[in-house]
């Protein structure tokens, strides 16, 4: 029915930037909030940062300006993590998820990409 598409992600020295996306499609009515979120080996997943459709956005403080989380303005089914200054400590497999009604069916749903692998070392 929805499929979220990730990429992006990779090996980055200490300090390095990434861009991850994620591209929507299927039988998407509405998107009520698009997000990201990541799991650190042995650890639980998190929230990273989320954006909700009038443009409003929350970030994990660990992340707080260095992250930024964006939509593609004419496309709103996709959605961007600029990561910067980047730490050992974010090193993790990061998932799109995203937050919709399903277009057959008119019922919610919550989305998850496939994950992306993001390994910060020098």
């Known amino acids: 029915q929805v499929q979220l598409v990730e990429s992006g992600g990779g090996l980055v020295q200490p300090g390095g930037s990434l861009r991850l996306s994620c591209a929507a499609s299927g039988s998407i009515f509405s998107i009520y909030a698009m997000a990201w979120y990541r799991q650190a080996p042995g650890k639980q997943r998190e929230l990273v940062a989320r954006i909700n459709t009038g443009g409003s956005t929350k970030y994990a403080d660990s992340v707080k300006g260095r992250f930024t989380i964006s939509r593609d303005n004419a496309k709103n089914t996709v959605l961007y993590l600029q990561m910067n200054s980047l730490k050992p400590e974010d090193t993790a497999v990061y998932y799109c998820?995203?937050?919709?009604?399903?277009?057959?069916?008119?019922?919610?749903?919550?989305?998850w990409g496939q994950g992306t692998l993001v390994t910060v070392s020098s």
């Open positions: 998820n995203v937050h919709l009604m399903v277009a057959s069916t008119f019922s919610t749903l919550d989305a």
